[in-house]
């Protein structure tokens, strides 16, 4: 079964919407993949999931930790070797459309404001179109569907 795909545009700091909507699908018992640009982004957010509010804290791992299945939450970069554990939801935040997309029941794709963000976005749209992928839009700072 092809995967939902959310877009949530206008996000005015990408890794703060991505650990609320990690941090809420942990609520409801979702697993979730967090694919990161690269290393450093990775970095900045497994940082933040650390230092978050003590009752927000949502357990998390890199993807090639041992615990990876057991964890929740599975933290991972574009361009790395990423054999996700679980297949619920899968967040990117790079500017590429995952090849283990078909992998998992939604993507949430998240959007900030900048150019070639945008562009980027435009053409990850097309391509889950193009596969038939359901599509849903949303303004990430109005909270609104799009």
């Not at 849903?136 to 909270?143: H, I, L, N, P, V």
């Amino acid at each position: 079964m092809a995967p939902r795909v959310q877009f949530y545009h206008n996000t005015p700091d990408r890794l703060a919407l991505a650990h609320e909507l990690a941090a809420g699908a942990h609520a409801r018992g979702r697993k979730v993949a967090l694919r990161c640009t690269d290393a450093t982004q990775l970095r900045r957010l497994d940082q933040a999931l650390w230092t978050a509010v003590p009752l927000d804290f949502v357990p998390h791992v890199g993807v090639g930790s041992a615990l990876a299945a057991e964890t929740p939450v599975v933290l991972g970069a574009a361009g790395e070797p990423c054999p996700w554990p679980h297949a619920d939801m899968l967040f990117n935040l790079a500017d590429d459309v995952p090849a283990e997309a078909e992998g998992f029941r939604m993507v949430v794709e998240i959007v900030g404001r900048d150019a070639a963000e945008v562009h980027a976005a435009r053409l990850r749209w097309a391509a889950y179109r193009q596969r038939g992928y359901e599509l849903k839009a949303f303004d990430a700072e109005r909270r609104v569907a799009l």
